[in-house]
């Protein structure tokens, strides 16, 4: 058990519908990671907050936007729902939003199918 | 544009032998390095890292080896136990400017240990 929580586990909706997935980060962990999992892919940054700021963004997109609360537990917001949206979607936590290297710790995923 | 590949889509190996999950990159700004394990249903792992200053760590039974001017990397697990069987992704990070950290990852190996 990494200490990442994220819900739900699965998520089944249909094109062009909204869904907000859930992740809290371990605890005094200050930097929250999403990101994607296509079938037979390699996992997609999408992107980061430290401490309720966005930190970095990667092959996000617009339709997707995310946001970190002040008690550091984070949302995912996905939009327009497409089929190519169906994926695994994992949050990852870490202690610092600079340091030098840091391991990511991630919890077990939202798996998201579009319909 | 795969910065991080894992050309070998899968490994198996008989347990007691040695098993080598390799990763090229390309992006010459990356300078930390790691591997991570994943079971199914389950978030990646996080499993052993280096430092693009070494070209070796060890961790128990595992070994990452760096080869910057090949632009490689590899994982030696030896022993080989059937616990390994997993996925296996590489990953890459660069410090950016403003210090911000994330990971690319490999698309993984699934490593089946036979026993």
């Known amino acids: 058990d990494s200490g990442v929580t994220q819900t739900p586990k699965h998520l089944i909706t249909a094109t062009g519908q909204r869904v907000t997935l859930r992740c809290s980060p371990r605890?005094?962990?200050?930097?929250v990671y999403w990101y994607q999992q296509s079938l037979d892919q390699g996992l997609q940054f999408l992107i980061q907050?430290?401490?309720?700021?966005?930190?970095a963004k990667g092959n996000i997109l617009e339709r997707f936007s995310a946001q970190q609360f002040p008690d550091l537990h984070s949302e995912l917001n996905l939009s327009s729902l497409e089929l190519g949206d169906s994926a695994l979607y994992f949050c990852?936590?870490?202690?610092?939003?600079?340091?030098?290297?840091?391991?990511?710790?991630f919890g077990p995923g939202t798996r998201l199918t579009v319909l | 544009d795969q910065q991080v590949k894992q050309n070998s889509p899968s490994l198996s190996v008989q347990e007691g032998r040695i098993s080598i999950l390799n990763c090229d990159y390309t992006?010459?700004?990356?300078?930390?390095f790691l591997w991570y394990k994943k079971y199914p249903a389950e978030g990646p792992t996080f499993l052993i890292s280096?430092?693009?200053?070494?070209d070796k760590n060890e961790d128990g039974r595992f070994t990452v080896f760096l080869n910057k001017s090949a632009k490689h990397l590899s994982l030696h697990i030896v022993p080989s136990q059937p616990g390994d069987s997993a996925v296996y992704f590489c990953?890459?990070?660069?410090?950016?400017?403003?210090?911000?950290?994330?990971?690319?990852f490999g698309s993984g190996t699934r490593l089946q240990v036979q026993p």
């Open positions: 990852a936590s870490s202690p610092s939003g600079t340091a030098s290297y840091n391991e990511q710790f």
């Open positions: 605890s005094g962990d200050l930097s």
């Open positions: 907050y430290y401490n309720g700021e966005e930190r």
């Open positions: 992006n010459s700004m990356f300078d930390y």
């Open positions: 280096i430092s693009s200053i070494k």
């Open positions: 990953a890459a990070s660069a410090y950016r400017d403003t210090g911000r950290r994330a990971l690319t």
